[in-house]
């Protein structure tokens, strides 16, 4: 047997088919072995082995036995001349195993290997080539001079930064993410120490290689990528605890004979000092909304008593007052989940604001204590109403989880029939929060679809015109090694590269994974047609029309005076009436407005079918807004369009309403 391939798996099931995936076309021309040891996953990952890769050795645990006890349950069974570790949430190129063979068998000495490893932006993963945490090199990184002199060999020793990626040397250590080993020196230096339960064993690993007189190599050769960490997502506070307990347990393994006792324990004192500081650091990152929140609502509160008393002096009689208001308003926002599931929704923001407000003036009836000034509630409210959803429009532009109902633009790129698929799902599964821009195909085809916007050769223009974020690489129409080739450019750009597996099941990234795949069962529980439901529909067409009819429409005609705007006749009701069309996504907002009369009157609804759709649904009214309006209509098929009213009429909620009209309105 040349190879002997060991994957220590728990719970990410997409990123393990993914890495299978690419290790068979890398090794399909060797003679090779692959074992997958799994960690009692609850996601799957098992049954996906059994049934999609029969030809797997799979070791199944019934408890989580950690990184290094697991791979030495393989190692013991392993048999080829070489042996590769790699991570689950690995991508390997074509050519990369026999490059690190090729490696390997030019020079005898080598007995630890490890390539290049990139992140999922093209950028160089740091621990792919680094030194032992010696007293001054851990010195150095936990005090951050390593990261403000990288270029400094004294300073920048522990990830070696001062050294050419590019280049191929001997190290004292590589990752264990992707760590190619030879049988002999496998032989000489022993398994993994089962002590390290995850995080340290490769390190100490590599300790004791080169202790056995065999070099650490790394080499530039080919790359892979790994996506960092995914595995401990499931368990994070572990996962760092377990981390800085390693470095504890290496410290004490190999410094701390001899005349290093004294620096052993300084270093064992700077890991624990760096513990504390990376939780307090996690948590801060955690807080950040709602540190926004407080700090906003604080300000706009104490804006609008300057306003109403001209002064600041009063501020003595409002001390107990403030916190408690203050924390009502958190407590309302964190309610309609807008530091969980829904962080960017903007209609939630409004209606939580409302809400705490409304819960506010109410204390002051009950608890004369607390009350004060309702004119500085009115003006709280308002500048309130601002803060909250305004942070959160600006914040959702850079990130993927656009709104309620996200609108994320993706390019999709690959065969023209499997991107024609994924296009569809995406179109229609609105909560992955993805709105497909277009398909780009590897090369230029005769037939006509209006969805192919663009080839791959011209991927970077296609990218900087449509300002996409992220790029859906089909992996089964593409190598490995031409996907990485753009990943420089893409991560310059700020774009994410994110992969669709063999079977069209799993959109994979860095922070994702999600789910594409249709859901078979199929609830007949219609939320549009509860009583509740529209009762509260049928209020809110009439208020929210009357105001719009009275403060927005008279900007219909001055709105509509561009040329993407044409005069259409809609029939409704056996009656022709005059609206506009556009084909202008952030211009759809006013096509409809002419109609608010027919929403009052109770012919339409502001949010429904959309009025051209052939045949509706029974006792679905159709609407000004709709979801597609906010999907890029023109590009739906029939199916899609009845699979997004379905959709709708399942989940619908004034909620929802709120989210179409306003994303709407933002040209979303």
């Known amino acids: 047997m040349k190879l002997s391939v060991i994957i220590v798996n728990y719970n990410v099931k997409a990123f393990l088919q993914q890495a299978l995936d690419s290790i068979q076309k890398s090794t399909k021309d060797l003679e090779t072995e692959i074992f997958v040891v799994d960690n009692h996953s609850v996601d799957g990952s098992v049954d996906l082995i059994r049934s999609d890769f029969p030809d797997v050795k799979l070791i199944a645990n019934s408890e989580n036995l950690g990184f290094a006890k697991a791979n030495n349950q393989a190692?013991?069974?392993?048999?080829?001349?070489?042996?590769?570790?790699?991570?689950?949430?690995?991508?390997?190129?074509?050519?990369?195993?026999?490059?690190?063979?090729?490696?390997?068998?030019?020079?005898?000495?080598?007995?630890?290997?490890?390539c290049k490893i990139l992140n999922d932006d093209g950028s160089l993963q740091l621990a792919c080539r680094r030194s032992f945490p010696t007293p001054w090199v851990a010195f150095t990184k936990l005090l951050g001079l390593s990261r403000f002199f990288p270029k400094s060999k004294l300073f920048g020793k522990y990830n070696l930064t001062h050294l050419d990626e590019n280049d191929s040397y001997e190290v004292e250590a590589i990752s264990g993410s992707c760590m190619f080993i030879r049988r002999g020196a496998l032989d000489t230096v022993g398994f993994l120490d089962d002590t390290f339960f995850m995080y340290g064993e490769d390190l100490d690993w590599c300790f004791r290689f080169r202790k056995g007189g065999w070099k650490v190599f790394y080499t530039a050769e080919t790359s892979i990528v790994h996506y960092k960490g995914e595995s401990s997502?499931?368990?994070?506070?572990d996962s760092l605890t377990h981390f800085y307990k390693a470095m504890d347990i290496f410290s004490k393994k190999h410094f701390s004979s001899g005349r290093r006792w004294p620096l052993h324990w300084l270093l064992r004192g700077g890991i624990l000092i760096r513990y504390l500081v990376s939780l307090m650091s996690s948590f801060g990152r955690n807080s950040l909304r709602y540190l926004l929140d407080i700090t906003g609502l604080l300000l706009v509160t104490l804006g609008s008593i300057y306003l109403k008393f001209d002064t600041f002096t009063v501020l003595d009689q409002y001390k107990y007052v403030l916190p408690v208001y203050l924390g009502i308003w958190v407590v309302t926002i964190s309610s309609f989940g807008l530091y969980r599931h829904y962080k960017y929704s903007v209609s939630r923001s409004i209606l939580a604001v409302t809400t705490g407000f409304l819960v506010n003036v109410t204390l002051t009836y009950f608890f004369k204590a607390y009350a004060f000034s309702r004119v500085v509630m009115l003006f709280s409210y308002m500048g309130a109403l601002l803060w909250v959803p305004i942070w959160r429009v600006i914040a959702s532009s850079r990130r993927t989880e656009n709104f309620e109902l996200g609108t994320q633009k993706v390019l999709i790129i690959g065969g023209l029939e499997d991107a024609r698929d994924i296009y569809s799902r995406l179109m229609t599964n609105l909560s992955l929060g993805y709105t497909p821009a277009g398909i780009v195909t590897i090369e230029k085809l005769d037939e006509e679809d209006e969805r192919v916007i663009g080839v791959l050769d011209d991927l970077i223009d296609l990218v900087q015109y449509h300002g996409i974020r992220d790029v859906i690489f089909t992996s089964d129409n593409f190598q490995l090694k031409q996907i990485f080739s753009y990943l420089p450019q893409l991560s310059q750009l700020g774009v994410k590269i994110k992969l669709v597996s063999g079977n069209l099941s799993f959109i994979v990234g860095k922070s994702t994974v999600e789910n594409i795949q249709p859901v078979q069962l199929v609830t007949m529980d219609f939320k549009y047609f509860h009583l509740g439901s529209r009762i509260m529909k049928r209020s809110v067409d009439i208020l929210l029309g009357i105001l719009l009819l009275l403060f927005v429409r008279p900007f219909q005609g001055f709105a509509t005076r561009k040329r993407q705007y044409r005069k259409t006749q809609i029939e409704i009701d056996n009656k022709v009436y005059t609206s506009f069309a556009t084909d202008v996504n952030g211009g759809k907002f006013w096509n409809n407005l002419s109609l608010l009369p027919l929403v009052i009157r109770g012919k339409l609804s502001l949010v429904g079918a959309p009025v051209d759709l052939k045949e509706t649904v029974a006792g679905v009214k159709q609407g000004l807004f709709n979801l597609e309006s906010v999907r890029g209509g023109s590009q739906l098929s029939e199916d899609e369009r009845y699979t997004l009213l379905n959709y709708y009429l399942h989940n619908h909620s004034v909620l929802l309403d709120f989210e179409i009209i306003i994303k709407s309105m933002l040209g979303r």
Do not use: C, R, Y
Request: proline content about 2%.
């Open 75 to 114: 190692l013991e069974q392993a048999s080829g001349d070489f042996v590769w570790l790699l991570n689950p949430d690995t991508l390997v190129q074509e050519d990369t195993a026999e490059k690190l063979i090729h490696t390997m068998e030019a020079d005898e000495s080598i007995g630890m290997l490890g």
């Open 233 to 237: 997502k499931v368990a994070a506070w």
